[in-house]
């Protein structure tokens, strides 16, 4: 069975940092592209970042542009989420998925559940 559990999160200060953890069983990260997604309270779920690791390409929401770092250890079969200067506004659970492609508007949607995700709380 895929699955994916993030882990990581916690409560930290404005300009802090924190790094999320995604570990992949029953496949390979090369398979497909892991997708960060977060939800923050009252508002809709959105994509943060995604990393195809089979060639390396990432690609990085607006918001967190030179802030946040995806990254990953095929050797673990994980995939990070390295997030620095953390704003309030960066406060959502955090859910990482395996995607076809980078798909932020889910047209053809996610691998598997979306799990449980793992909460981040940015206070000021």
């Known amino acids: 069975e895929e699955q994916l559990v993030a882990s990581g999160g916690g409560l930290v200060q404005a300009g802090g940092s924190l790094r999320l953890s995604c570990v992949a069983s029953g496949f390979h990260l090369d398979e497909y592209t892991i997708s960060w997604f977060r939800q923050a309270p009252g508002k809709e779920r959105e994509g943060v970042t995604c990393i195809t690791t089979s060639d390396g390409g990432t690609y990085y929401a607006d918001p967190v542009k030179g802030r946040f770092t995806i990254s990953s250890d095929s050797a673990k079969n994980t995939v990070y989420l390295q997030m620095n200067s953390l704003k309030p506004e960066d406060t959502a659970v955090y859910y990482c998925?395996?995607?076809?492609?980078?798909?932020?508007?889910?047209?053809?949607?996610?691998?598997?559940?979306w799990g449980q995700g793992t909460r981040v709380t940015v206070s000021s």
């Open positions: 998925v395996a995607q076809i492609g980078c798909d932020f508007d889910l047209r053809i949607g996610v691998l598997g559940s």
